[in-house]
């Protein structure tokens, strides 16, 4: 299939509609991306590379990493992660108190910020220098040696984190955090500052449409069974309050991140990345999610 001539129809198509939205200005960094620009970038399980527009510049992939921290708590903890987070859509903001406190400190699923907080501190219990060796586990997946985090972002997070400290404070006080609050904080923060561009997320998140394997390294990353059962966690959670409405429309698993970046699985098929800044009130790509749900019919494919 020609998947650049369909990602040049799509964004002819999209060019001629307004770019509604803006950019996640809440997060100082964020404010001054450049809310024009776009990118996508599909890789197969075969290898082969698609790209169009500003795919290969890096951008501030944020929540997208929490499926990595996911796939690594995961694969440490097994079944008794899911003592500690449930797997059920929020159906409320991503950054909800009511309904954690609600839920007495047990968020709703690992993809929203109480629930992320969770499996972070499950990584905090678990590794001996937390922040080295995730960023280890990433550059193992992704095969990117050099990734670092981006202080500046990770500070800028920590600035503006007071709804983030809200959540841990509460969890902390239904016994549901085991480490120090500003531990968790800060691993929190630096996992949401990594860059990457469409061209490396899609290498990086490969191996969930492979069934847990890394299709550059042909490492196996996790279990048939884990791989299947996170892609069920995108499909369900992957963009918030908006996760029925983007599997409706789309019928892809996938992961929203506030920098404007989508990233979408066809388990057997490929990973594909959008990037565009501007948000819809939710906190999703509005031109992302347009392009996906065009892609998709585009292409007649969907796991539906």
């Known amino acids: 299939m020609d998947y650049e001539k369909i990602f040049l129809k799509i964004f002819s198509s999209l060019k001629r509609e ?38 290969n510049e890096k951008f501030s992939i944020q929540s997208i990493a929490k499926i990595l921290a996911l796939t690594l708590a995961y694969d440490l903890e097994n079944e008794n992660l899911w003592k500690r ?9 991503f950054n909800s108190l009511v309904q954690l406190e609600y839920d007495k400190g047990i968020p709703r699923n690992p993809l929203i910020n109480a629930g992320a907080l969770v499996i972070c501190d499950v990584l905090v219990s678990h ?46 006080s239904f016994g549901n955090i085991h480490n120090e609050i500003d531990t968790v904080l ?7 500052s990594i860059e990457m561009s469409c061209k490396e997320v899609s290498r990086t998140f490969i191996y ?17 069974s884990k791989s299947k059962r996170i892609n069920a966690i995108m499909q369900l959670c992957g963009f918030y309050d908006e996760a029925g409405e983007f599997s409706f429309k ?17 388990p057997g098929k490929y990973c594909i990345v959008v990037w565009s800044p501007r948000l819809n009130r ?23």
């Open 18 to 55: 307004k770019d509604t939205g803006s950019v996640a200005s809440y997060i100082p960094e964020l404010k001054y991306v450049d809310p024009t620009k776009f990118g996508v970038h599909l890789l197969t399980v075969e290898g082969e590379n698609f790209s169009f527009g500003d795919a």
């Open 85 to 93: 987070v449930g797997v059920e859509p929020s159906g409320n903001a």
């Open 127 to 172: 590794l001996k220098n937390p922040k080295k060796e995730f960023l280890d586990f990433v550059r193992k997946v992704s095969g990117l040696r050099n990734l670092q985090y981006c202080r500046r972002i990770a500070e800028s997070e920590r600035s503006a984190g007071f709804r983030n400290a809200a959540l841990i404070n509460l969890m902390k």
């Open 186 to 192: 800060d691993f929190y923060f630096n996992l949401c």
């Open 208 to 224: 969930l449409a492979g069934y847990g394997t890394c299709q550059a390294t042909k490492q196996r990353i996790l279990t048939i």
């Open 250 to 266: 789309v019928g892809l698993p996938g992961k929203s991140g506030v920098g404007g970046g989508i990233m979408a699985v066809y």
């Open 282 to 304: 939710k906190g999703n790509s509005n031109r992302g999610i347009k392009f996906l749900e065009r892609f998709t019919t585009e292409t007649q494919a969907s796991i539906f």
